[in-house]
């Protein structure tokens, strides 16, 4: 091994391979190309799940919306088509009952699935908004950006059953001055008065928000609208490591035992899964990421075999002067480490030049696709695979120099000086 | 110095076997500057190489100052090889990309001596041989008796108990022949030991012992007068 750190070993080798410029440089390219494809593919694949990452960052992943329909069977002495109706106790029900629940809240809203908007008024200007009853704990399902000096519906809210809201970025510009404050400011909700307490950032965390809506909280809702124990819905986040689809089928047949419906009975609940779609496109994203590693390799393994290749053929150039270098004292060993280190520091070179411009590559595409509206944020390539990919190479180099440097010792020094 | 006892050696050729060497006996002491002869085909350059363990013999004896050489494997006969023996080849054989210093400083890299080192002494040689002034100079600038010069610098540079040279003016004109023998007998005074294999009887009139080979054996070993090249050039 210490020949490795051995100034002169390296003089030798430079030597031989600055003698044939174009052969080195050609060598090279063949590897520096692999890597190349290798690194721009993998950091494409990481940047595009990345992109799907970010696009469901505002949400958590395993979010499950549930709503009740009508029966479609007749069941415990009910007949077919009862309109079903889900009350705020239910949800105590489901959280006890299916323990990956993490998060669990009804919602109530005005205006959002058909029927009225609700009349937002201040002063001269007024709007119809759809107005939605949250329970704090909203936030910890999808995130809430709210504005600075605002908050979100907070738990004294509800306790209280205060006449708080939080509007949307569009209903503040609807209702507001451009330079007010609408922080503490009041606004009429179907003629009550309600206090503005934030103004939140129109994100899509769920699958029918708005831009221009108003939060208020769930007691407030109910006391405003009069709905009982009624919900329209459920929000409801599964424990990270759940399995999202059977949690879906325990909710729903949770909901058929307590409202008495038929066990069998496909749509009397219906329930939006984004964890089942967020797997779907991270499987996708996963399959890319895999297809890109194993096309790298093998562009990588047809460049080191190039340089193989190419070894062999300079190994034949060479066999004159490497008999010289036997009848001078060159063991076989020194030989085959002089061709084998010449193969592996050609591969090591490309292997580092392919991931700078790989990378170089990948920080321009990300540049580019920086404003437009496509799923591709900050693509990486982890390190640990770009020393796996050298890894590789360094073997690979080894191993396809090995044929070369065996055959440059299975030459007879006295029939390398021979031939002319 | 050089000890050989009933040496044979036969090339196979198909199914034919080439009887090459046919009990060859002979012996070298130190200080010695022999003349190897014979026609082409005579086993003469064969009887260099394995003197050089460039190739093996199939029978008999070969000691090398006290050391008997038989068995070698590779690295053990790149070992001697580099030690014991020092190679001037008719073609040179000089690395053509390398200069012609560090050509002569090729057998001390073998011998894992320092770089710096390794380049005074090489250039100690080539100051010898009168080509100080041409060390950074590749092989392909320097004229044919340059370039013999250079190798025999480089046979030099590792101090061998023996020199070989194999038709080492095969490519000179005579005038340079000359030259370069009048070199190798400058070398010879300061009790260096020589073969030279050669079919020119100038040449080997230049030696102090001739060993005439024909058909694989010795056929006359002879002392001679040595013919100063000075004298000629």
Redesign the interface.
Known sequence: MQFLFD??TW??IF??I??NKTRTIITVIGVLWGIFIYIVLAGASKGLDNGFERNFETVAKNSIWAWSQSTSMPYAGYKTGRRLRIKVGDAITLKNRVPEIQYIAPVNTKGVFGGEAAQGVRGLKSNSYPVYGYFPVIAKMATQKIYDNGRFINDEDEEQARKVCVIGERTQQELFEKDEDPIGGYIRIDGIYFQVVGVHKFTQTTPFGTDGDIYIPFATFKKLYNTGDNAQYFTIAAYDDADVVQVEKDIKSVLKSIHRVHPDDERAFGAFNLGEVFNKIMGFANGLTFVSLIVGLATILAGVIGIGNILLISVKERT??L????????????VRSLIILESVFLTMIAGIIGIIMGAGILNLINNMTQDIDFPYTNPTVPIPLVIGALLVMVVLGTLIGLIPAQRA?SI???DA?RE? | MIEIKDLHKSYKMGSNSLHVLKGINFSCKEGELVAIMGSSGSGKSTLL?IL?M??EADEGEYILDGIPIKNLN??KA??Y???FLG?I?Q?F??????TAL?NVA??L????MP?KQRQEKALKYLEQVGLKEWSHHLPSELSGGQKQRVAIA?AMV?EPKVLLADELTGALDSTTSYEVMDLIQKINDQGNTILVVTHEPDIAQMCKRIIHLKDGVIVKDEKVKQVRATANV
Do not use: C, M
């Open positions: 100034k002169n003089q030798e030597g031989s600055g003698k004159k002067e008999g010289i270098r036997r009848a001078l004292g060159a063991t076989p060993r020194e010792v007879k020094p006295i000086l002319e | 190489n050089g460039l190739d590779e690295t790149a070992n090889r580099n030690k190679f080849f073609s054989n000089l690395i053509n990309y390398k560090e090729l057998p890299y073998y011998q894992k770089r480089r590792a």
